[in-house]
Protein backbone atom coordinates (compact mmCIF):
# COMPACT_ATOMS: atom_id res chain seq x y z
CA UNK A 1 0.00 0.00 0.00
CA UNK A 2 1.62 2.99 -0.97
CA UNK A 3 1.31 6.97 0.88
CA UNK A 4 -1.65 7.62 -0.78
CA UNK A 5 -3.64 4.53 -0.14
CA UNK A 6 -3.10 5.35 3.87
CA UNK A 7 -6.44 5.48 6.06
CA UNK A 8 -6.09 7.83 9.04
CA UNK A 9 -6.15 5.01 11.05
CA UNK A 10 -3.37 3.28 9.38
CA UNK A 11 -1.35 6.48 9.85
CA UNK A 12 -1.46 6.64 13.40
CA UNK A 13 -0.94 2.44 14.36
CA UNK A 14 2.07 2.61 11.98
CA UNK A 15 3.56 6.40 11.86
CA UNK A 16 3.40 7.24 15.49
CA UNK A 17 5.61 5.34 17.13
CA UNK A 18 8.23 6.52 14.51
CA UNK A 19 7.58 10.37 15.12
CA UNK A 20 7.55 9.52 19.06
CA UNK A 21 11.44 8.70 18.42
CA UNK A 22 12.25 12.12 16.88
CA UNK A 23 11.52 12.91 20.71
CA UNK A 24 8.79 15.43 21.51
CA UNK A 25 5.19 15.98 21.35
CA UNK A 26 5.85 19.55 19.54
CA UNK A 27 7.92 17.61 17.15
CA UNK A 28 4.91 14.69 16.79
CA UNK A 29 2.21 17.50 15.97
CA UNK A 30 4.28 19.36 13.71
CA UNK A 31 5.52 16.18 11.54
CA UNK A 32 1.90 14.61 11.83
CA UNK A 33 0.25 17.68 10.52
CA UNK A 34 2.46 17.57 7.93
CA UNK A 35 2.14 13.82 6.91
CA UNK A 36 -1.84 14.25 7.09
CA UNK A 37 -1.15 17.50 4.66
CA UNK A 38 0.21 15.30 2.58
CA UNK A 39 -2.81 13.10 1.94
CA UNK A 40 -5.63 15.56 0.77
CA UNK A 41 -8.36 13.19 -0.11
CA UNK A 42 -8.25 12.36 3.35
CA UNK A 43 -11.31 12.53 5.18
CA UNK A 44 -11.05 13.26 8.44
CA UNK A 45 -14.09 13.08 11.52
CA UNK A 46 -14.07 13.82 14.62
CA UNK A 47 -14.55 9.92 15.30
CA UNK A 48 -11.36 9.14 13.43
CA UNK A 49 -8.03 8.31 15.80
CA UNK A 50 -5.47 10.96 14.75
CA UNK A 51 -2.16 11.36 15.43
CA UNK A 52 -1.87 13.18 17.83
CA UNK A 53 -4.88 11.55 19.68
CA UNK A 54 -2.02 8.65 19.19
CA UNK A 55 0.56 10.51 20.82
CA UNK A 56 -0.97 12.36 23.54
CA UNK A 57 0.36 11.69 26.97
CA UNK A 58 -1.11 8.38 28.12
CA UNK A 59 -2.49 8.43 31.92
CA UNK A 60 -0.75 5.40 34.16
CA UNK A 61 -3.44 3.68 35.44
CA UNK A 62 -6.75 2.07 33.45
CA UNK A 63 -8.97 4.08 34.90
CA UNK A 64 -7.58 7.55 34.05
CA UNK A 65 -7.35 6.37 30.05
CA UNK A 66 -10.57 5.28 30.65
CA UNK A 67 -11.78 8.96 31.56
CA UNK A 68 -9.22 10.55 29.15
CA UNK A 69 -10.81 8.46 25.82
CA UNK A 70 -14.62 8.13 26.88
CA UNK A 71 -16.20 8.61 23.52
CA UNK A 72 -13.66 8.12 21.53
CA UNK A 73 -12.52 4.16 22.01
CA UNK A 74 -11.59 3.87 18.69
CA UNK A 75 -8.79 6.30 19.03
CA UNK A 76 -7.91 4.65 22.71
CA UNK A 77 -7.60 1.18 20.71
CA UNK A 78 -5.03 2.89 17.84
CA UNK A 79 -3.35 4.37 21.04
CA UNK A 80 -2.80 1.18 22.86
CA UNK A 81 -1.56 -0.85 19.95
CA UNK A 82 1.53 1.85 19.96
CA UNK A 83 2.32 1.06 22.95
CA UNK A 84 4.56 -1.68 24.87
CA UNK A 85 2.89 -4.69 25.72
CA UNK A 86 3.85 -4.01 29.40
CA UNK A 87 2.06 -0.86 29.31
CA UNK A 88 -0.52 -1.99 27.97
CA UNK A 89 -0.83 -5.09 30.49
CA UNK A 90 -0.91 -2.14 33.32
CA UNK A 91 -3.29 -0.42 32.04
CA UNK A 92 -5.63 -2.97 31.08
CA UNK A 93 -5.86 -4.28 34.52
CA UNK A 94 -7.35 -0.97 35.48
CA UNK A 95 -9.92 -0.38 32.86
CA UNK A 96 -13.37 -0.60 33.55
CA UNK A 97 -15.20 -3.65 32.04
CA UNK A 98 -17.64 -1.69 30.23
CA UNK A 99 -14.70 -0.09 28.38
CA UNK A 100 -12.98 -3.07 27.73
CA UNK A 101 -16.43 -4.23 26.57
CA UNK A 102 -16.52 -1.51 23.85
CA UNK A 103 -13.25 -1.88 22.63
CA UNK A 104 -13.63 -5.27 21.93
CA UNK A 105 -17.14 -4.05 20.51
CA UNK A 106 -15.77 -1.42 18.26
CA UNK A 107 -12.09 -2.75 17.55
CA UNK A 108 -11.96 -6.34 17.98
CA UNK A 109 -9.10 -6.45 15.24
CA UNK A 110 -6.72 -4.34 17.33
CA UNK A 111 -7.91 -6.37 20.99
CA UNK A 112 -7.54 -9.91 19.23
CA UNK A 113 -3.47 -9.34 18.78
CA UNK A 114 -2.82 -6.57 21.63
CA UNK A 115 -0.36 -8.15 23.29
CA UNK A 116 -0.61 -7.36 27.56
CA UNK A 117 -4.05 -7.49 26.92
CA UNK A 118 -6.15 -10.24 28.62
CA UNK A 119 -6.39 -13.66 27.08
CA UNK A 120 -9.98 -14.46 27.19
CA UNK A 121 -10.56 -10.50 26.33
CA UNK A 122 -8.34 -11.31 23.15
CA UNK A 123 -10.89 -13.93 22.36
CA UNK A 124 -13.62 -12.45 22.68
CA UNK A 125 -12.35 -10.02 20.39
CA UNK A 126 -11.64 -12.47 17.51
CA UNK A 127 -14.43 -14.83 18.42
CA UNK A 128 -16.05 -12.21 17.07
CA UNK A 129 -14.36 -11.17 13.67
CA UNK A 130 -14.67 -15.03 12.60
CA UNK A 131 -17.94 -14.76 10.94
CA UNK A 132 -16.99 -11.51 8.89
CA UNK A 133 -14.03 -12.58 8.13
CA UNK A 134 -15.54 -15.91 6.40
CA UNK A 135 -17.78 -13.39 4.50
CA UNK A 136 -14.65 -11.52 2.99
CA UNK A 137 -12.74 -14.87 2.48
CA UNK A 138 -15.97 -15.83 0.22
CA UNK A 139 -15.94 -12.87 -1.65
CA UNK A 140 -12.11 -12.90 -2.21
CA UNK A 141 -12.84 -16.46 -3.31
CA UNK A 142 -15.30 -15.74 -6.04
CA UNK A 143 -13.54 -12.47 -7.33
CA UNK A 144 -10.59 -14.79 -7.65
CA UNK A 145 -12.17 -17.03 -9.62
CA UNK A 146 -13.81 -14.40 -11.78
CA UNK A 147 -10.79 -13.32 -12.66
CA UNK A 148 -8.86 -16.59 -13.57
CA UNK A 149 -11.93 -16.97 -16.29
CA UNK A 150 -10.37 -13.77 -17.75
CA UNK A 151 -6.83 -13.73 -16.82
CA UNK A 152 -4.57 -13.35 -19.32
CA UNK A 153 -2.21 -15.40 -16.73
CA UNK A 154 -4.01 -18.38 -15.79
CA UNK A 155 -1.31 -20.10 -13.59
CA UNK A 156 -0.80 -16.56 -11.18
CA UNK A 157 -4.24 -16.59 -10.71
CA UNK A 158 -4.79 -20.24 -10.04
CA UNK A 159 -2.60 -19.42 -6.97
CA UNK A 160 -4.58 -16.75 -6.33
CA UNK A 161 -7.64 -19.16 -6.17
CA UNK A 162 -6.16 -21.66 -4.11
CA UNK A 163 -4.75 -19.00 -1.51
CA UNK A 164 -8.32 -17.24 -1.28
CA UNK A 165 -9.79 -21.39 -0.76
CA UNK A 166 -7.37 -21.87 1.53
CA UNK A 167 -8.44 -18.83 3.49
CA UNK A 168 -12.29 -19.73 3.56
CA UNK A 169 -11.30 -23.52 4.50
CA UNK A 170 -8.82 -22.28 7.27
CA UNK A 171 -11.83 -19.78 8.79
CA UNK A 172 -13.82 -22.63 8.53
CA UNK A 173 -11.62 -24.93 10.75
CA UNK A 174 -11.20 -22.41 13.13
CA UNK A 175 -15.11 -21.76 13.51
CA UNK A 176 -15.32 -25.83 14.06
CA UNK A 177 -12.93 -25.95 16.52
CA UNK A 178 -14.22 -23.20 18.79
CA UNK A 179 -17.72 -23.94 18.96
CA UNK A 180 -18.44 -26.51 21.15
CA UNK A 181 -15.60 -27.83 23.18
CA UNK A 182 -15.55 -31.93 24.03
CA UNK A 183 -16.85 -32.34 27.81
CA UNK A 184 -13.89 -33.74 28.69
CA UNK A 185 -11.29 -31.01 27.51
CA UNK A 186 -10.02 -27.37 28.98
CA UNK A 187 -11.84 -24.71 26.45
CA UNK A 188 -10.30 -23.46 23.89
CA UNK A 189 -9.54 -19.66 23.19
CA UNK A 190 -8.68 -18.02 20.07
CA UNK A 191 -5.44 -15.99 21.34
CA UNK A 192 -4.27 -13.89 17.81
CA UNK A 193 -5.95 -13.68 14.47
CA UNK A 194 -3.76 -12.29 11.31
CA UNK A 195 -5.62 -12.13 8.04
CA UNK A 196 -2.75 -9.76 6.50
CA UNK A 197 -0.74 -13.10 4.59
CA UNK A 198 -1.77 -14.74 1.90
CA UNK A 199 -4.05 -18.27 2.39
CA UNK A 200 -4.98 -19.03 5.67
CA UNK A 201 -4.82 -16.52 8.36
CA UNK A 202 -2.00 -16.89 11.36
CA UNK A 203 -3.28 -17.67 14.73
CA UNK A 204 -3.04 -19.12 18.29
CA UNK A 205 -4.80 -21.08 19.85
CA UNK A 206 -4.76 -22.27 23.57
CA UNK A 207 -6.25 -25.64 25.45
CA UNK A 208 -6.51 -24.43 28.67
CA UNK A 209 -6.80 -20.56 29.78
CA UNK A 210 -3.48 -18.64 30.18
CA UNK A 211 -4.97 -15.73 32.65
CA UNK A 212 -5.12 -18.19 35.33
CA UNK A 213 -2.67 -21.22 34.47
CA UNK A 214 0.24 -22.57 36.50
CA UNK A 215 2.44 -24.37 33.95
CA UNK A 216 2.05 -22.44 30.27
CA UNK A 217 3.39 -24.20 26.89
CA UNK A 218 3.98 -22.41 23.34
CA UNK A 219 4.30 -25.33 21.21
CA UNK A 220 5.49 -24.50 17.86
CA UNK A 221 5.05 -26.61 14.97
CA UNK A 222 7.67 -27.35 11.83
CA UNK A 223 7.34 -27.42 7.88
CA UNK A 224 3.41 -26.82 6.53
CA UNK A 225 1.78 -26.04 9.24
CA UNK A 226 -1.20 -24.03 9.36
CA UNK A 227 -4.44 -23.46 10.28
CA UNK A 228 -5.77 -26.26 7.94
CA UNK A 229 -3.94 -28.45 9.97
CA UNK A 230 -5.08 -27.26 13.49
CA UNK A 231 -7.30 -29.88 14.08
CA UNK A 232 -4.89 -32.25 14.51
CA UNK A 233 -2.40 -30.72 16.34
CA UNK A 234 -5.01 -29.99 18.43
CA UNK A 235 -5.04 -33.29 19.62
CA UNK A 236 -1.44 -33.51 20.86
CA UNK A 237 -1.45 -29.55 22.62
CA UNK A 238 -4.45 -31.02 24.29
CA UNK A 239 -2.38 -34.44 25.17
CA UNK A 240 0.22 -31.64 26.41
CA UNK A 241 -2.39 -29.84 28.52
CA UNK A 242 -3.69 -32.79 30.12
CA UNK A 243 -0.42 -33.06 32.21
CA UNK A 244 -2.17 -30.57 34.28
CA UNK A 245 -5.73 -29.28 35.46
CA UNK A 246 -3.65 -25.95 36.17
CA UNK A 247 -2.44 -26.13 32.63
CA UNK A 248 -2.53 -23.77 29.67
CA UNK A 249 -1.08 -25.23 25.89
CA UNK A 250 -0.71 -23.06 23.22
CA UNK A 251 -1.25 -23.80 19.82
CA UNK A 252 1.12 -21.56 17.99
CA UNK A 253 0.44 -20.90 13.96
CA UNK A 254 1.77 -17.47 14.12
CA UNK A 255 4.64 -17.80 11.45
CA UNK A 256 3.83 -18.87 8.18
CA UNK A 257 6.01 -22.18 8.01
CA UNK A 258 7.93 -23.35 4.96
CA UNK A 259 7.73 -26.21 2.92
CA UNK A 260 10.19 -28.73 2.49
CA UNK A 261 12.44 -27.21 -0.16
CA UNK A 262 12.36 -24.08 1.96
CA UNK A 263 13.38 -25.95 4.97
CA UNK A 264 17.11 -25.97 3.97
CA UNK A 265 17.16 -21.95 4.92
CA UNK A 266 16.59 -20.33 7.89
CA UNK A 267 14.42 -17.05 6.11
CA UNK A 268 11.43 -18.63 7.35
CA UNK A 269 12.16 -18.92 10.92
CA UNK A 270 14.05 -15.80 11.06
CA UNK A 271 11.07 -13.88 10.19
CA UNK A 272 8.86 -16.57 12.88
CA UNK A 273 11.32 -16.11 15.59
CA UNK A 274 10.69 -11.78 15.66
CA UNK A 275 6.77 -13.22 16.13
CA UNK A 276 7.34 -15.72 18.40
CA UNK A 277 9.14 -13.44 21.00
CA UNK A 278 6.27 -10.35 20.90
CA UNK A 279 3.98 -13.64 21.94
CA UNK A 280 6.30 -14.69 24.66
CA UNK A 281 7.28 -11.26 25.64
CA UNK A 282 3.07 -10.36 25.44
CA UNK A 283 2.83 -13.05 27.83
CA UNK A 284 5.38 -12.36 30.59
CA UNK A 285 3.79 -8.77 30.36
CA UNK A 286 0.94 -9.96 30.90
CA UNK A 287 1.71 -12.45 33.77
CA UNK A 288 3.73 -9.47 35.18
CA UNK A 289 1.15 -6.86 35.48
CA UNK A 290 -1.71 -9.23 37.01
CA UNK A 291 1.14 -11.37 39.42
CA UNK A 292 0.50 -14.69 37.76
CA UNK A 293 3.19 -17.19 38.91
CA UNK A 294 3.67 -19.28 36.02
CA UNK A 295 5.86 -21.58 34.53
CA UNK A 296 6.57 -21.05 30.83
CA UNK A 297 8.18 -23.43 28.37
CA UNK A 298 8.33 -23.67 24.67
CA UNK A 299 8.10 -27.35 23.05
CA UNK A 300 9.05 -26.90 19.43
CA UNK A 301 8.97 -29.66 16.46
CA UNK A 302 11.09 -30.18 13.17
CA UNK A 303 12.07 -26.59 11.77
CA UNK A 304 9.36 -25.35 14.42
CA UNK A 305 12.49 -26.40 17.04
CA UNK A 306 14.79 -24.17 14.59
CA UNK A 307 12.51 -21.11 14.85
CA UNK A 308 12.21 -21.04 18.42
CA UNK A 309 16.06 -21.63 19.02
CA UNK A 310 16.38 -18.41 17.06
CA UNK A 311 13.44 -16.57 18.96
CA UNK A 312 15.00 -17.50 22.30
CA UNK A 313 18.56 -16.47 21.08
CA UNK A 314 17.54 -13.51 20.10
CA UNK A 315 16.35 -12.17 23.77
CA UNK A 316 15.91 -13.15 27.21
CA UNK A 317 11.95 -14.14 26.97
CA UNK A 318 11.91 -15.45 30.37
CA UNK A 319 11.41 -18.93 29.57
CA UNK A 320 11.75 -22.05 32.60
CA UNK A 321 12.18 -24.58 29.89
CA UNK A 322 12.78 -25.29 25.98
CA UNK A 323 12.69 -28.62 24.82
CA UNK A 324 13.02 -29.66 21.06
CA UNK A 325 11.67 -33.15 19.26
CA UNK A 326 12.36 -34.30 15.60
CA UNK A 327 14.63 -31.08 15.33
CA UNK A 328 15.43 -30.10 11.89
CA UNK A 329 18.58 -28.57 13.43
CA UNK A 330 20.14 -24.95 15.12
CA UNK A 331 21.63 -22.77 13.21
CA UNK A 332 25.47 -23.48 13.79
CA UNK A 333 26.51 -20.26 15.72
CA UNK A 334 23.78 -20.51 18.54
CA UNK A 335 25.07 -22.60 21.26
CA UNK A 336 22.91 -24.13 24.51
CA UNK A 337 24.18 -21.05 26.74
CA UNK A 338 22.91 -18.34 24.02
CA UNK A 339 19.01 -19.33 24.68
CA UNK A 340 18.32 -17.42 27.72
CA UNK A 341 16.85 -20.56 29.34
CA UNK A 342 17.82 -21.72 33.04
CA UNK A 343 21.00 -24.04 32.93
CA UNK A 344 19.80 -27.73 32.66
CA UNK A 345 15.94 -26.63 31.39
CA UNK A 346 16.90 -27.15 27.57
CA UNK A 347 15.73 -30.40 26.77
CA UNK A 348 16.37 -32.43 22.66
CA UNK A 349 14.87 -36.12 22.03
CA UNK A 350 15.03 -37.23 18.46
CA UNK A 351 13.62 -40.82 18.18
CA UNK A 352 15.88 -43.98 16.49
CA UNK A 353 12.90 -44.68 14.06
CA UNK A 354 12.66 -40.52 12.57
CA UNK A 355 13.77 -40.69 9.35
CA UNK A 356 13.74 -37.31 8.39
CA UNK A 357 15.44 -35.11 11.28
CA UNK A 358 18.41 -36.13 10.78
CA UNK A 359 18.16 -35.08 6.40
CA UNK A 360 16.74 -31.95 7.65
CA UNK A 361 20.17 -30.95 9.83
CA UNK A 362 22.51 -32.53 6.91
CA UNK A 363 20.67 -30.00 4.11
CA UNK A 364 20.71 -27.20 5.94
CA UNK A 365 23.90 -27.39 7.87
CA UNK A 366 22.67 -26.80 10.74
CA UNK A 367 23.50 -28.41 14.00
CA UNK A 368 21.99 -31.40 15.81
CA UNK A 369 20.57 -30.24 19.39
CA UNK A 370 20.20 -34.29 20.35
CA UNK A 371 23.65 -34.71 19.73
CA UNK A 372 26.08 -35.11 23.27
CA UNK A 373 28.25 -32.26 22.28
CA UNK A 374 25.67 -29.72 21.88
CA UNK A 375 24.91 -29.44 25.35
CA UNK A 376 20.86 -30.37 25.81
CA UNK A 377 19.40 -32.54 28.40
CA UNK A 378 18.60 -35.90 26.57
CA UNK A 379 15.56 -37.21 26.77
CA UNK A 380 14.38 -40.70 25.29
CA UNK A 381 11.31 -41.28 22.70
CA UNK A 382 12.23 -45.07 21.68
CA UNK A 383 10.32 -46.62 24.23
CA UNK A 384 10.24 -47.79 27.86
CA UNK A 385 8.26 -49.54 30.57
CA UNK A 386 7.91 -47.50 34.00
CA UNK A 387 8.34 -49.20 37.69
CA UNK A 388 4.62 -49.62 38.02
CA UNK A 389 4.39 -51.92 34.38
CA UNK A 390 3.32 -48.51 31.94
CA UNK A 391 4.55 -49.30 28.88
CA UNK A 392 5.05 -46.31 27.26
CA UNK A 393 5.68 -46.58 23.24
CA UNK A 394 8.58 -45.82 20.78
CA UNK A 395 8.23 -42.73 18.07
CA UNK A 396 8.68 -44.63 14.82
CA UNK A 397 7.68 -41.55 12.64
CA UNK A 398 8.96 -37.77 11.97
CA UNK A 399 5.36 -35.83 12.47
CA UNK A 400 4.63 -34.48 15.69
CA UNK A 401 0.86 -36.10 15.25
CA UNK A 402 -1.26 -37.91 12.44
CA UNK A 403 -4.21 -37.17 10.29
CA UNK A 404 -6.57 -38.41 12.93
CA UNK A 405 -6.50 -39.93 16.46
CA UNK A 406 -5.43 -43.30 15.43
CA UNK A 407 -2.12 -41.98 12.88
CA UNK A 408 -1.36 -39.85 16.34
CA UNK A 409 -0.25 -43.82 17.45
CA UNK A 410 3.65 -43.59 17.76
CA UNK A 411 3.85 -39.96 16.55
CA UNK A 412 5.86 -37.29 18.61
CA UNK A 413 2.36 -36.26 20.50
CA UNK A 414 0.59 -39.79 20.12
CA UNK A 415 -0.81 -40.72 23.07
CA UNK A 416 1.10 -42.92 25.26
CA UNK A 417 4.36 -42.26 23.77
CA UNK A 418 7.49 -41.95 26.01
CA UNK A 419 8.51 -38.46 23.92
CA UNK A 420 4.86 -37.38 25.14
CA UNK A 421 5.37 -38.86 28.64
CA UNK A 422 8.30 -36.80 28.98
CA UNK A 423 7.20 -33.65 27.66
CA UNK A 424 4.53 -33.50 30.20
CA UNK A 425 7.17 -34.55 33.35
CA UNK A 426 9.28 -31.19 31.88
CA UNK A 427 6.18 -28.70 31.72
CA UNK A 428 5.20 -29.11 35.18
CA UNK A 429 8.57 -29.03 36.66
CA UNK A 430 8.71 -32.68 37.16
CA UNK A 431 11.54 -33.44 34.75
CA UNK A 432 13.96 -35.38 37.26
CA UNK A 433 11.40 -38.19 36.26
CA UNK A 434 12.29 -38.73 32.74
CA UNK A 435 14.47 -41.02 31.33
CA UNK A 436 18.21 -40.03 29.48
CA UNK A 437 18.72 -41.03 26.38
CA UNK A 438 21.75 -41.72 24.38
CA UNK A 439 23.33 -39.11 21.85
CA UNK A 440 21.46 -39.06 18.08
CA UNK A 441 23.86 -40.10 15.75
CA UNK A 442 25.40 -37.43 13.76
CA UNK A 443 23.18 -36.71 10.53
CA UNK A 444 26.43 -37.23 8.70
CA UNK A 445 26.50 -40.59 9.68
CA UNK A 446 23.14 -41.41 9.38
CA UNK A 447 22.47 -40.24 5.52
CA UNK A 448 25.76 -41.56 4.51
CA UNK A 449 24.93 -44.75 6.28
CA UNK A 450 21.22 -44.30 4.69
CA UNK A 451 22.68 -43.71 0.93
CA UNK A 452 24.79 -46.81 0.96
CA UNK A 453 21.68 -49.32 1.53
Do not use: C
Amino acid sequence: MGLWGLTRGTVSHRIAPVLHAFGGAATVLAVGVALLGALPELQISDDTPSLIVATEDVPSTGTEFAVQFAGRVSAAAETLATLPAAQVAALWRELPLSFVSDLIKQRPDVVGNLEGARYADRDRANISQLATARQNALSAEQLALSQLRSAASPESSALTVAEASARVQAIDVLLGLLGETPSHDARRYLLSLDSSVDGPPLAAISVGNLDSALFTTYFVPGMNSSVLEAEDYLRGVTRIQQASDASAAVLWLGYESPGPVETVSTARAEAGAVLLGAALDGYNAYRDAFSVQSELTVVAHSYGSTTAAIALAGGDHAVDAFVMIGSAGVPSHIRVSDLHVPAGRVYASEATADGLAAKGQFWSGRTNPASAEWGAQLFSSNGATLADGTILAAVRAHDAVGANDEADHEKYLGDGTQSLYGIRKIVTGQSYDIAPAAPAPSPDSTILASAAK
